[in-house]
């Protein structure tokens, strides 16, 4: 079982930085791919990013590309998403999530364990 707690989200305007964090429970936290999805109002939730256990593979939604960057610190049991030049459609409740072992799954239905979410609102 992994607990998961987002933190860090807030009011940002477009073209600045924001960076999140996700604490998580447990001795297990290595061991899990780590992820960071998104709900806006009336959509589905969406993927973000996703990184592997050892923090070595990857993989981010080509509308964040270039822009986010997702890291975690296995010794702290954290992991984290900088957001840099967010845009106005970046705004959604930020959820981070937790799957077993190394995959490269990016569909919400494949992650077992969920952050409450953390708003962020990007200004124009």
């Known amino acids: 079982q992994v607990q998961l707690v987002e933190s860090g989200g807030g009011l940002v305007q477009a073209g600045g930085s924001l960076r999140l964090s996700c604490g998580a429970s447990?001795?297990?936290?290595?061991?899990?791919?780590m992820a960071w999805f998104r709900q806006s109002p009336g959509k589905e939730r969406e993927f973000v990013a996703r990184i592997s256990m050892g923090g070595g593979s990857t993989t981010y939604a080509d509308s964040v590309k270039g822009r986010f960057t997702i890291s975690r610190d296995n010794a702290k049991n954290t992991m984290t998403l900088q957001i840099n030049s967010p845009k106005p459609e970046d705004t959604a409740v930020y959820y981070c999530?937790?799957?077993?072992?190394?995959?490269?799954?990016?569909?919400?239905?494949?992650?077992?364990?969920w952050g409450q979410g953390t708003q962020v609102t990007v200004s124009s």
């Open positions: 999530a937790a799957k077993p072992g190394n995959t490269r799954a990016t569909r919400v239905e494949e992650y077992d364990y």
């Open positions: 447990g001795r297990t936290f290595t061991y899990h791919t």
